[in-house]
């Protein structure tokens, strides 16, 4: 266990809609990183949030946006869903720079 | 712009020695790591060098040569369970860490 909580789990949900996926960091880690992997595919580097800042941005689309909140945690909001979307989502956790934490993912299903 | 180049898959023996080699350039280095990620898990970390030379921790080692913009990952004494990916990621400046696509490691009996 990695001290990373991700929910949901699972998550099917039509295209079109919106979702909202939540990671909780480990105690005492200020950064949250989102990654999106897809079937198959390497881990692309969605955002960096830093103690409530958002730090450094990669390939994140437009429908897509984040936040870190006062006590850590950060959301990842996904709308306008599109088959496409479906995909592993990991959020992982460090203090600032050194090793990563990552939690268990959420696996989203767009139908 | 930023690149980071691993082999896509690899076979070895139980028993024995492999390497998995990693290259990189990006924009700014502040750190590489290396990830061990089973099909449909969370990547779990097994190291990070930030100078230069060689870690060895259990039966890995990780390698890294900064003006060179390489790194290897060594893992002895091969197990079945050692079968999954290998990420081999670059911690840039620009606060993110980036992640090459990884080595399918298949380990035969």
């Known amino acids: 266990d990695s001290g990373v909580t991700q929910t949901p789990k699972h998550l099917i949900t039509a295209t079109g809609q919106r979702v909202t996926l939540r990671c909780s960091p480990r105690s005492g880690d200020l950064s949250v990183y989102w990654y999106q992997q897809s079937l198959d595919q390497g881990l692309q580097f969605l955002i960096h949030?830093?103690?409530?800042?958002?730090?450094a941005k990669g390939n994140i689309l437009e429908r897509f946006s984040a936040q870190q909140f006062p006590d850590l945690h950060s959301e990842l909001n996904l709308s306008s869903l599109e088959l496409g979307d479906s995909a592993l989502y990991f959020c992982?956790?460090?203090?600032?720079?050194?090793?990563?934490?990552f939690g268990q993912g959420t696996r989203l299903t767009v139908v | 712009g930023q690149n980071i180049d691993q082999p896509t898959e690899m076979t070895a023996t139980e028993g024995a020695i492999v390497q998995i080699n990693c290259t990189y350039q990006t924009s700014g280095f502040n750190g590489l790591f290396w990830y061990q990620q089973h099909a449909g898990e969370a990547p779990t970390f097994l190291s990070y060098?930030?100078?230069?030379g060689l870690e060895e921790k259990g039966r890995f080692s990780s390698f890294l040569s900064r003006s060179k913009g390489y790194s290897y990952l060594l893992l002895k004494e091969l197990q079945m369970k050692d079968s999954a990916s290998y990420l081999c990621?670059?911690?840039?400046?620009?606060?993110?860490?980036?992640f090459g696509s990884g080595t399918r490691l298949s380990i035969r009996p």
């Open positions: 949030y830093y103690n409530g800042e958002e730090r």
């Open positions: 060098n930030v100078l230069d």
């Open positions: 990621a670059v911690y840039s400046s620009a606060s993110k860490i980036i």
């Open positions: 992982a956790s460090s203090v600032e720079a050194g090793e990563a934490f």
